[in-house]
């Protein structure tokens, strides 16, 4: 399955005056970078990826439409899956790519 052009229009929007932003195909998706670390992906899945604090993954959690991250069959601290309901609405999505921006811009630039 191909991403969601929409929903990467929406992010893109969302990013704009963002500086040092990257878009990068990845994983069937379409990831989104701030000075070379990802922030949120556009997941070829449906619906997004988000980098959050590993210290803050369980309590994010908590939040409806979320689910862990997993690669090789293995939680992933600091990544979530969000679903297509978690991110309808603008105020949801802002919610989101405002917690992955803002935790991929305190990382050391790559």
Do not use: C
């Amino acid at each position: 399955m191909a991403y969601d052009e929409e929903l990467a229009f929406r992010i893109r929007a969302l990013l704009a005056a963002e500086v040092g932003v990257d878009e990068v195909p990845m994983f069937g998706g379409l990831a989104f970078l701030i000075n070379g670390n990802m922030a949120v992906t556009v997941s070829g899945k449906g619906g997004i990826m988000v980098r959050v604090p590993p210290e803050e993954t369980s309590t994010l959690l908590e939040y409806p439409h979320t689910a862990p991250m997993h690669m090789s069959a293995r939680e992933t601290l600091g990544w979530l899956r969000v679903f297509e309901e978690g991110i309808a609405s603008d105020r949801q999505l802002t919610r989101w790519v405002t917690i992955g921006a803002d935790y991929a811009r305190r990382l050391p630039p790559k």
